[in-house]
């Protein structure tokens, strides 16, 4: 049995309108007004396809597929929200793959022994409220809700996560991780140029990346830019700028070990005559291995405490994210391999360098990932791409994976 190819090319094309930005890409940022049509859309969707829809109080939406006998569910799924200037497949095919799915089993009258559950993630992105992977983090006991319902925006502290989703009509009833899955299953884009570049047509995802994510906040003193001597300025913006140079150096030092990036810079008062007053950056660090992790951060740690104090400036320091490497069971990536070699495809056992809504299942069920190739590896840009056959031999191999898995 196979998916229906066109029906979720269309709809994957449907999704991509809801936000659409420039040729293919979308900007579908969590809690907005963008995200709430595609929640609705995909809400209307499980209803249709005969699922019992849960909302729960972080706005995860679980649909569930009854079977011949009651149990926990064999669910798949991932997010449909998008970073700025994002593309169309980050998330949105895990979603709509895991549709198909259903679509499929229900054009064939399929009836599988265990239930299935089909799950979209709150806020996986976390490009305006941290922590990224949100709602699967929360469903999978690992923070308290509350706390993540207080988050607020990054640029508007008034917003925050509790009063978005009140905004958008989802802040549901169910608690998070009240239904127990058996296993959980996510589809998505590798993101990276591996696949591609190895003409290989299915990535088996062995492990994910750990990610550690700051906010720091260099604090020096406005002053003019002509009249200021050298010896006498507080200049946050050269600081943060000497602390950018170390912190790029270290990830070239480290190569391939550990992930550096400096992804966002605000200098205040931001003005070409005036000397930053502060200047406030993040910083992710990324890497299979804790220990190289936790070394990451100190060595960098060490590093603008010391420019700080060399400058005569001060500093706070925030942290936003802590999430370990994680390791998926083998019983659940030779699953994936089984099905991939069912269907004569080609695969490499691989880890992700992104961060997924699997990495939080790890810690709540047996899960793990099925990655398809990305052109030319690019992703959270609104270019990123994946062939049509890609996503059609990505959908077929999900849904082999969950029929076997969920057919005992
Ligand atoms: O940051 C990540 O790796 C993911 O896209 N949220
Ligand atoms: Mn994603
Ligand atoms: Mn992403």
Redesign the pocket.
């Known amino acids: 049995m196979k998916i229906n190819a066109q029906r979720l090319l269309e709809n994957l094309d449907r999704y991509a309108q809801i936000g659409k930005m420039g040729r293919i890409g979308v900007e579908r940022i969590a809690l907005s007004e963008e995200d709430k049509r595609a929640r609705d859309l995909l809400k209307a969707q499980m209803i249709d396809a005969g699922l019992q829809v849960h909302i729960d109080q972080l706005g995860n939406m679980i649909g569930i597929r009854k079977s011949k006998r009651e149990g926990n569910p064999v669910a798949f799924g991932s997010h449909l929200d998008t ?1 700025y200037s994002g593309g169309r497949y ?1 998330g949105a095919l895990g979603v709509l793959a895991g549709l198909e799915l259903i679509q499929t089993l229900n054009d064939n009258q399929i009836q599988t022994e265990k239930p299935l559950a089909l799950v979209n993630f709150t806020n ?3 490009v305006r409220f941290a922590p ?2 949100m709602g699967s983090h929360v469903y999978a006991g690992m923070a308290d809700l509350s706390d993540i319902l207080s988050s607020p925006a990054y640029d508007n502290p008034n917003e925050t996560v509790g009063s978005c989703l009140k905004s958008i009509g989802y802040d549901g009833e169910m608690e998070p991780g009240a239904i127990q899955f058996d296993a959980f299953y996510e589809l998505h884009i590798e ?1 990276g140029p591996v696949l591609k570049l190895e003409q290989i047509d299915i990535g088996v995802v062995e492990q994910v990346q750990g ?1 550690y994510w700051t906010r720091y906040k260099v604090l020096g003193e406005a002053n003019h830019a002509g009249t200021t001597p050298v010896y006498y300025r507080k200049d946050a913006g050269f600081a943060a700028a000497k602390i950018q140079q170390f912190i790029g150096k270290y990830t070239r030092r480290k190569e391939g070990k550990v992930l550096t990036t400096v992804g966002s810079v605000k200098l205040s008062p931001d003005a070409i005559n005036i000397v930053p007053e502060s200047a406030v950056f993040t910083l ?1 660090v990324r890497s299979t291995d804790e220990a190289l992790l936790r070394k990451a951060q100190k060595r960098i740690d060490k590093y603008i405490e010391e420019t700080v104090e060399v400058d005569e400036l001060n500093f706070e320091r925030e942290e936003l994210v802590r999430f370990s490497p994680v390791r998926f069971p083998l019983s659940m990536t030779d699953s994936v391999q089984i099905a991939t070699q069912s269907l004569g495809l080609t695969y490499k056992r691989m880890p992700s ?4 809504d699997a990495q939080m299942m790890a810690h709540f069920c047996p899960s793990t990932m099925i990655f398809i190739p990305s052109v030319r590896g690019i992703s ?1 840009n609104v270019e990123e791409f994946s062939h049509d056959k890609d996503v059609e031999n990505g959908a077929n191999v999900l849904l082999a994976a969950v029929l076997k898995k969920s057919s005992s």
């Open positions: 970073v980050d996986e992105e976390g990224d992977m993101q990610i992710d360098g992104a961060g997924h959270h």
